[in-house]
């Protein structure tokens, strides 16, 4: 055969396997839609999380104090972890109050000696765990130019490095066991950015990040039973957020006229984990953020100024 005629036949099979792959790829997207869309009217089983062993990072106030009563209340055994002890152990009280079971460790996340050695007291108390939410944040509420080198790595080792480090002392039995779940709190900020929230919004889109590539690892690895979420609430009142400006307390409501409270937040969050989704927006519609990287510019900065998202400055105090 000739050698042209021959390098033909191989191109064309090249080009046959391309399309036969391309049309796969349409059918299997598709069918995936279609899979989403029956999942909205039809939400998966609930898994059973009943003595379960469920560490809470931040669990001391606010978001993580709710989501540690939540998931209390769904059977699971939770491990409290705050850098306040005094917190840690009011959500422990609430807990047991209701007849959960808890325990409260002192950490600040941002040390991975302080990471490492809460995990230690954990595994020897409770056990290997098996729900990590990584739910620990700072936010320092300042223009770029007065953030200080300290508030910077302030927000970096607490909104994105203690996820490295509480993932990397849990995730090895999760794998042994091929059974986990892993759950980033990150923020609607992560999917944009505002003003005076530069450190913020960075370190949550890292957050984020982090764990979109984490889920790639474990499916690349087959770790099936091994999930994440990733939660986006948008402003939610507690003491992160006391320092909005009146636009967004006006524009940015909850669905019947209010902010987001922190049991809301809880209550829709452990739902979702439930239910392993990968991601859970509060609310809902708060997902087609997303869309704005397809959006003009000028459309962005318009629905901005309508928004209006923005802080008071934080003074700091006098030395």
């Not at 042209?4 to 399309?19: D, H, I, P, T, Y």
């Amino acid at each position: 055969m000739h050698l042209g005629n021959l390098r033909e036949m191989v191109n064309l099979r090249v080009a046959c396997s391309f399309v036969a792959e391309v049309f796969v790829l349409l059918l299997r997207t598709v069918y995936c839609y279609g899979e989403s869309l029956y999942r909205c009217v039809v939400p998966p089983r609930q898994k059973d999380i009943r003595g379960k062993v469920t560490v809470v990072t931040g669990g001391g106030s606010g978001i993580g104090r709710a989501l540690a009563t939540r998931f209390a209340d769904s059977g699971a055994c939770v491990a409290v972890w705050d850098i306040n002890k005094d917190g840690a152990d009011e959500t422990v009280r609430e807990i047991r109050s209701r007849g959960g079971v808890a325990r409260a460790y002192t950490c600040d996340v941002s040390r991975v000696d302080d990471v490492a050695e809460a995990a230690r007291q954990v595994r020897a108390d409770l056990g290997d765990v098996d729900v990590v939410v990584n739910n620990a944040g700072c936010c320092s509420c300042r223009h770029l130019l007065e953030l200080s080198h300290s508030d910077i790595r302030r927000t970096f080792d607490v909104n994105v490095l203690a996820h490295f480090w509480t993932v990397k002392e849990f995730l090895p039995a999760m794998l042994t066991r091929n059974n986990g779940h892993i759950v980033t709190v990150a923020s609607m900020s992560a999917r944009g950015g505002h003003t005076m929230l530069t450190d913020y919004c960075a370190s949550k889109h890292a957050s984020f990040g982090f764990t979109e590539a984490l889920a790639e690892e474990m499916r690349q690895v087959g770790a099936t039973g091994v999930f994440t979420t990733t939660v986006c609430p948008l402003f939610v009142d507690t003491n992160l957020v006391k320092k909005m400006n009146e636009r967004v307390v006006l524009t940015n409501r909850f669905e019947d006229g209010r902010l987001l409270t922190a049991d809301e937040v809880a209550e829709t969050t452990v739902a979702g984990v439930l239910r392993n989704e990968r991601y859970v927006y509060i609310p809902r519609m708060a997902g087609w953020a997303g869309l704005q990287e397809f959006m003009p510019e000028k459309v962005k900065n318009y629905l901005n100024d309508f928004v209006g998202i923005g802080f008071h400055p934080v003074e700091k105090k006098a030395m």
